[in-house]
């Protein structure tokens, strides 16, 4: 059972463009999320995080918009630049049973284009 | 060190040997995860070391995975009798604390190959 889907597997954009890349979450318990960026033969790579009480988190041309009564969270890159071409990883986490678990996304493969 | 350090970074190994893959948490860091990437697929969970607490080994996919965590600090994933869908790319992760709001942080993954 999924807990944290990422339904698209691969998005392409055209450089200066918006990516949005989209994220659905089951569990009501969790209460911060997270994205990752991973190059191939690279581990993930911290990008950005929203906690449960905000609707909105900010970081130079990324943005993490987080709607709790749909479940949904999204990730927008404004603009995209060709270096954004990577895996992009969505993640949920909370505590469950006193373990501080995270629950990750199948990774949504971004192809930004000159 | 600065980051999470994992190794060995590639591993070829024969079916039926076991292997172990090392981690070296961020430096202060309580909480330890394990999970792995198999070619085409998403992020696995395996298992988390939380400071001297039981881990929470629900992740691991059989009885010849098992991973420990001496000191509080570096932990070494076992896998015995290696087959071949064991082959995937092992990350190990770190947070501060297990504690709500906390960011885990990867290494670069073990890259095992079983032929």
């Known amino acids: 059972d999924q807990q944290v889907k990422q339904n698209s597997p691969s998005l392409s954009v055209q450089e200066g463009r918006i990516s949005i890349l989209n994220c659905d979450y089951t569990?009501?318990?969790?209460?911060?999320f997270l994205w990752y960026k991973k190059y191939p033969a690279e581990g993930p790579t911290f990008l950005i995080s929203i906690s449960s009480i905000k609707d909105k988190n900010e970081d130079g041309r990324f943005t993490v918009f987080l709607n709790k009564s749909a479940k949904h969270l999204s990730l927008h890159i404004v603009p995209s630049q060709p270096g954004d071409s990577a895996v992009y990883f969505c993640a949920a986490s909370a505590i469950i049973y006193n373990f501080n678990k995270f629950y990750f996304g199948s990774g949504t493969k971004l192809n930004v284009k000159p | 060190g600065a980051g999470v350090s994992q190794s060995p970074s590639n591993k070829v190994t024969e079916k039926g040997k076991d292997v172990e893959l090392r981690c070296d948490p961020i430096?202060?860091?309580?909480?330890l995860y394990w999970y792995r990437q198999s070619l085409g697929q998403g992020l696995e969970f395996l298992i988390y070391?939380?400071?001297?607490?039981?881990?929470?080994k629900s992740g691991l996919p059989s009885d010849r995975f098992s991973a420990e965590r001496t000191g509080g600090s570096v932990s070494t994933l076992t896998i015995q009798r290696t087959q071949q869908e064991d082959s995937a790319v092992y990350l190990c992760?770190?947070?501060?604390?297990?504690?709500?709001?906390?960011?885990?942080?990867f290494g670069e993954g073990s890259w095992l190959t079983v032929v």
């Open positions: 992760a770190s947070s501060y604390r297990g504690v709500s709001g906390n960011t885990i942080y």
């Open positions: 430096s202060g860091h309580t909480a």
């Open positions: 569990n009501s318990m969790f209460d911060y």
């Open positions: 070391f939380q400071g001297n607490s039981a881990p929470d």
